[in-house]
C-alpha cells in the first residue's frame, strides 16, 4: 500500500506492542502508521537528519541513524502532547553518516555502523567511543548481535566479528567469495547455535560455525543483488535490488520469489508485525510515492513428526502462523533402503498418493496443532504435507519417514500329555 507525495523507504521498524509501523525515508524523516501502512504521519519533531537509514528499540527508547547521526526519541507516542520529540546524540560520534545500530542482547550497549567504522555507547548515545581495533574495512553497512558474538558486515571488507563487545574485530571470511556484503541477519538451528546468513551483490551466503566458513546459499534466486535479510522464525526473507522478495523455509538451501502485492521490486527494508510483511521500496516513479507494501505471511510451518503406534503411523505438526491456509494434503511414498559402501541410504519412490486432507485455520497467529493416523501404511514409508492456500497456491514440506514392521507369526503346537 502507498502514501504519495514521499520519498523511498530506507529503513522499517516495528514497536514492541505492534501497535505501530516506523518507517525511516530517504529525505522526508521519520514516518509512522497506526493502521498497518494504510495511513501515515510523520514524526519529525527536532529530528535534523531527513535520511533515516536504521532503527533500534531498545525498551521504550527509538534510536534513529541518519546522516547527521544519531536521535533517541524517549517513547513513540508521536502526535501526543506529552511526546517531546528527538534529540541528537552525537558526542564522540566522529562520523555523523550512520548507516546502521545495533543493541547488545543485555540491553546496555548501543553500536553505530558508519562509513568510518563502529562506534559504541553505553549511556543511550551521550557518548560514543570509536571501536576499531581490528577492523580494517570500516564502511559498516550491518551490524547483528549473536550471543556474545558481534558481527559487522562491511562494503570491500566482507564480515568481522567480535567476541569482546567491539574491544577487537577480527575477519571471518573463509569460502565468503564476495566481499560487499550488504545484510546480515542470525537465526537459532537444531543444533542449538545459529546460522548467520549475509547478504552480497553475489546472493547470500551461510556460516554455521560463527563465521569460520561459508557456503554459497542462493539457489533458486533470480535476482543475486541482496539488500536486507529478515529472520521470522522458520521463515527467513531477502530483498533485492530488483527483483523482489525471495523466501526460504529451510535455512537457505532454496529461495522462492513472493512478490503477491508488490509493486515496486527495489527493496531496502523489510519488518514483521503479526502476520504481515511489511516491505519499504525504493521509489522509481516520476512522483517519488511513499512506497509500503504488506503481503501476508504464509503458514509457517514449526515441526512435522511421525511415530508407530502399533500398526499405525502417527503424523503431528505444528503451525506459529496461517495466512489463507485451506489445509494439508497428506501425501505417502513408499521407500527402500539401498547399501552405498558402508552406509545405508533410504530410496524415495517418486509417485506419491494423497491418504488424507486435514482443514486448515484460515488465518491465525497463534499456534495450531495438528494430527493425522495412517493405519494403512506397510513397510518403510516417507510421508510429506502438502499446504494448500484457499487461492490455489501450495507448497510442500519437508519429508518425514516411519517404518511399520510385519508382526511376527507364532504357532502353537499341539501340547501332547506326557506318557
Not at 502399533?310 to 533402503?337: D, H, P
Not at 533410504?346 to 498418493?353: D, G, P, Q
Request: hydrophobic residues 35%; contains cysteine; aromatic residues 10%.
Amino acid at each position: 500500500m502507498d502514501s504519495t507525495s514521499h520519498n523511498a523507504v530506507l529503513s522499517l521498524a516495528v514497536t514492541a506492542d505492534g501497535s505501530k509501523l516506523i518507517a525511516g525515508t530517504n529525505g522526508d524523516g521519520v514516518y509512522y502508521s497506526t493502521d498497518n501502512g494504510t495511513t501515515w504521519n510523520d514524526a519529525n519533531l527536532m529530528l535534523n537528519g531527513p535520511y533515516v537509514r536504521s532503527f533500534a528499540i531498545s525498551g521504550t527508547n527509538l534510536f534513529a541513524g541518519t546522516e547527521q547521526g544519531v536521535f533517541l526519541s524517549h517513547s513513540t507516542d508521536f502526535g501526543s502532547d506529552s511526546w517531546e520529540g528527538w534529540s541528537e546524540k552525537i558526542s564522540g560520534l566522529d562520523d555523523r553518516n550512520v548507516l546502521s545500530l545495533a543493541v547488545s542482547s543485555d540491553a546496555t550497549k548501543l553500536y553505530a555502523g558508519t562509513s568510518s567504522g563502529i562506534f559504541l555507547s553505553t549511556n543511550n548515545g551521550t557518548n560514543w567511543t570509536e571501536i576499531n581495533n581490528g577492523l580494517s574495512n570500516t564502511y559498516v553497512n550491518a551490524i547483528v548481535v549473536s550471543g556474545t558474538n558481534l558481527f559487522a558486515a562491511t562494503i570491500g571488507g566482507g564480515v568481522f566479528i567480535s567476541t569482546n563487545n567491539g574491544t577487537s574485530w577480527s575477519s571471518v571470511n573463509s569460502g565468503l567469495t564476495n566481499d560487499n556484503v550488504f545484510a546480515i541477519a542470525v537465526s537459532p538451528n537444531s543444533a542449538g547455535g545459529a546460522n548467520l546468513f549475509v547478504g552480497t551483490d553475489d546472493g547470500v551466503f551461510l556460516s554455521t560455525n560463527d563465521g569460520a566458513s561459508w557456503s554459497a546459499a542462493s539457489t533458486g534466486l533470480t535476482s543475486t543483488d541482496v539488500n536486507c535479510l529478515l529472520v521470522n522464525g522458520t521463515n527467513l526473507f531477502l530483498g533485492t535490488f530488483d527483483g523482489g522478495i525471495f523466501l526460504s523455509t529451510n535455512n537457505g538451501t532454496n529461495w522462492n520469489p513472493v512478490n503477491t502485492n508488490i509493486t515496486n521490486t527495489y527493496v531496502n527494508a523489510l519488518a514483521v508485525s503479526g502476520t504481515n510483511l511489511f516491505v519499504g521500496t525504493s521509489a522509481v516513479s516520476v512522483t517519488g510515492s511513499f512506497s509500503v507494501n504488506v503481503a501476508p505471511l504464509p503458514v509457517e510451518l514449526t515441526s512435522f513428526t511421525a511415530s508407530v503406534n502399533r500398526n499405525a503411523v502417527v503424523l503431528s505438526w505444528n503451525t506459529a502462523t496461517e495466512v489463507n491456509n485451506y489445509g494439508f494434503e497428506v501425501q505417502r511414498s513408499a521407500a527402500a533402503n539401498q547399501s552405498v559402501g558402508t552406509q545405508t541410504q533410504t530410496i524415495v519412490n517418486t509417485k506419491w498418493e494423497k491418504v488424507g486432507f486435514i482443514e486448515g485455520h484460515g488465518n491465525t497467529n497463534t499456534q495450531q496443532s495438528y494430527s493425522f493416523v495412517d493405519r494403512s501404511a506397510s513397510g518403510k514409508i516417507v510421508y510429506r504435507l502438502k499446504q494448500i492456500d484457499r487461492d490455489g497456491k501450495f507448497e510442500y514440506s519437508q519429508e518425514v519417514e516411519a517404518t511399520i514392521t510385519a508382526p511376527q507369526v507364532f504357532a502353537l503346537s499341539q501340547n501332547y500329555p506326557n506318557p
